[in-house]
């Protein structure tokens, strides 16, 4: 066998316990020591994550604000037809208008438990006959 083969992982052996204490006993130390000192200055991780608690801040503020966009759309909805459900509305209308029958029929649906539903009953309106319309022809087709 030749030297060559002995010397060469040797050589390499002895580059990693060479890097190994350096690490140990150098590098180690001054990797804390910079560390220590990061921490001590104040705000520094607010300063390198500012980008990312910014970008957050928005995606919150804009879903929250399409949150409460569709709640009050939607209470306010809710708060239209519950009106429209209250049985004494009715009564309330028929006694302001003088309209007996209606204040008698009104408060009789409201005792019975039906002032909800009459409140919520419309006529039909009978919708226009429409005529059918004769297709026109294309141009140049016959």
Sequence with gaps: MEVTDFIIPLF???EV???LALYRYVLRDWIIEKWEEKL???GWLLIKLEPVIDEIEDRVHDKLQGFQDSFFGSVGAMTKK???LDPMKNV???AKDNDWT???VEYAAN???LGGVLGNIKPEIPQKETK???IKGVKGLK
Excluded: C, Y
Aim: charge should be neutral; hydrophobic fraction near 45%.
């Design 102 to 104: 209606s204040l008698l």
């Design 111 to 113: 005792k019975a438990g």
């Design 82 to 84: 519950a009106q429209n």
């Design 12 to 14: 390499v052996a002895f």
């Design 40 to 42: 001590d200055e104040e």
């Design 132 to 134: 059918p319309t004769q």
């Design 17 to 19: 316990v060479i890097i």
């Design 92 to 94: 309330r209308k028929a």
